[in-house]
Structure formats: structure tokens, C-alpha cells
């Protein structure tokens, strides 16, 4: 079973529309970051959060310790936030810097 | 300036060729990090320096060589690859210490294709 379990794997949706993103992990984190990879490469790091919500724009990240689960939500989505969206957990005494990628969702909105 | 820049965009070399890829960045970090992501797939980590000195080599073979010249410049010299390591090469860096809670600056990456 993979520690970091990401749903779903693919998305489309219409512009305009609530779109959520969840990510499941089984281990204990110091951190979880939710990042941002266009096609032709380069990653943004959207979020780092270990408790709560954040909120930055049309983005809100969620997370809940004692369930293991974070969620990215993207409100009134547009076609630029058509990308692939990565979870990422840091481990409690894992290697120094040493993330744990989820396979991440493929997100498609059309005009 | 938050930027990490990685050049050149794209590599293509042979199996007999020496090369290097460059990251730099000017925000004082003082972690700095490669990844290798092949075709849909997440980031794998391959080094880490930590005070510009390498903390973390996650069992990469000897023909990826690190180096880390100063605080800003973190370079990956090639050499003798293998056509399975064609990949996107990934720098990244953060603020203080090369920690799982430190938010991770990325740059674009080099798209490398070994022949």
C-alpha cells in the first residue's frame, strides 16, 4: 500500500466549477505540501501546512491530523489551473528533505 | 528574486559525453536539492546539501556527481549515462535547513535525453 494515496487520479471539469482534490497518507508527517506541475515541467509549491487551512486566492488546502487527510480545493476553476497536483508528506525522523510523493491527479478544466 | 533557475532547458547527449547541468538561486537558501522525475511519475530525491555541504545521496550511481560551489550554485555533472536516465532533472532549494517542513522552491528542471 502506498503511504500516500491521492484521488482522483484524473479530473476534468467545466470552467467555473468546485474542484477537490483529496490525499490520504498512513504515516506520522511533520508537514504536508501540496504542489503544482504544468506539462513541460517546472513544480510550484502551492501549500505546506501541518494543522488546519490555508488559503491563498482561489485555493484552499485542509488538512486533518487525526484522520490522515488533506484536501486542495480550487474555487471557480479556470482553464490555467488545468495542471498536475502533487501531495507530498514529510516524515517525523525521515532522511532530512526527503518528501513522500503521491502519484498525483491530472486536472483538466475546459472553457 | 524568488526564483530557481536551472539551465540549460534541454539536453540531449550520448553515452560518451561529459556534461553538467546549473541551478542557481538568490534568496539565501542554504538547502539545495536534485530530483529526477521520469514521464509520469513523481520526484525521485538524488542529493541534498545542507550548508552547502551533501547531506543526502540516495543511492545514485557514480556517473550523477554533485556539486555545490557556493551557497547559490549547485551543479550535476554527468557522466557515461545510460539511455534509462533520460528524465526531467529537477533543482530545488529551501530557507534554513533541508527539513520535511521547510516549503521547497522549485525550478523549471532539464528535460535530458541520453542517446
Known amino acids: 500500500k502506498n503511504e500516500v494515496e491521492q484521488s482522483p487520479q484524473n479530473l476534468t471539469a467545466q470552467e467555473g466549477e468546485f474542484i477537490t482534490i483529496n490525499c490520504s497518507y498512513s504515516v506520522g508527517i511533520s508537514a504536508l505540501h501540496w504542489l503544482q506541475q504544468h506539462p513541460g515541467g517546472g513544480i510550484v509549491s502551492l501549500f505546506m501546512l501541518s494543522s488546519g487551512k490555508k488559503k491563498h486566492g482561489r485555493l484552499i488546502a485542509t488538512i486533518n491530523i487525526q484522520e490522515k487527510h488533506s484536501s486542495l480545493h480550487i474555487t471557480a476553476s479556470h482553464p490555467r489551473d488545468s495542471a498536475v497536483y502533487i501531495c507530498?508528506?514529510?516524515?517525523?525522523?525521515?532522511?532530512?528533505?526527503?518528501?513522500?510523493f503521491g502519484k498525483g491527479t491530472k486536472l483538466s478544466v475546459k472553457p | 528574486d524568488t526564483e530557481v533557475t536551472q539551465t540549460p532547458k534541454h539536453l540531449v547527449m550520448g553515452m560518451t559525453n561529459k556534461k553538467s547541468l546549473k541551478c542557481e538561486q538568490h534568496?539565501?537558501?542554504?538547502?539545495m536539492y536534485w530530483y529526477k522525475q521520469k514521464a509520469k511519475k513523481p520526484p525521485e530525491l538524488m542529493f541534498v546539501?545542507?550548508?552547502?555541504?551533501?547531506?543526502i545521496n540516495e543511492s545514485v550511481p557514480s556517473r550523477f556527481s554533485p556539486e555545490c560551489p557556493n551557497s547559490s550554485l549547485l551543479n550535476l555533472h554527468l557522466h557515461a549515462l545510460q539511455p534509462e536516465d533520460s528524465a526531467l532533472y529537477l533543482c530545488a532549494s529551501s530557507l534554513q535547513r533541508a527539513a520535511t517542513n521547510e516549503k521547497l522552491f522549485f525550478g523549471s528542471g532539464t528535460q535530458l535525453s541520453v542517446l
Open positions: 534568496m539565501g537558501h542554504r538547502a
Open positions: 507530498a508528506v514529510g516524515l517525523f525522523g525521515g532522511s532530512q528533505g526527503n518528501l513522500i
Open positions: 546539501y545542507s550548508y552547502e555541504k551533501l547531506s
